[in-house]
């Protein structure tokens, strides 16, 4: 079974820093990619950056660009969003998620990890 598991939210202050982690299992890792999605009170879910398996690739979304960096174990199944300089639209329930798709085609939403809650203070 494909397993997803979230973790590393929290409260911090604006300009502060978290570090979010998606360690994955049961699926072969140079086929597929894993990403990171939020999701804000009242507003759609948002894709916050991806990384691609196969190639190693790593896209972000705008709103994130600069602020925050994706990295992967050399095993390829365990993914860290380190986010600084963090803002309050920042705030919501951030989700991993892995699957078939290429991140610069959509980001994947095959299987999805429990969400992990990030409040930044103003």
């Known amino acids: 079974d494909v397993q997803l598991q979230a973790s590393g939210g929290g409260l911090v202050q604006a300009g502060g820093s978290l570090r979010l982690s998606c360690t994955a299992s049961?699926?072969?890792?140079?086929?597929?990619?894993i990403a990171w999605f939020r999701q804000a009170p009242g507003k759609e879910r948002e894709g916050v950056s991806c990384f691609s398996g196969s190639d190693g690739s790593i896209y972000y979304a705008d709103s994130v660009k600069g602020r925050f960096t994706l990295s992967a174990t050399n095993a390829k199944n365990t993914v860290y969003l380190q986010m600084n300089k963090m803002k309050a639209e920042d705030t919501a329930v951030y989700f991993c998620a892995a699957g078939f798709a290429k991140c610069g085609d959509r980001y994947p939403d095959d299987y999805w990890g429990q969400g992990t809650e990030v409040t930044v203070s103003s």
């Open positions: 049961g699926f072969t890792y140079d086929d597929h990619a």
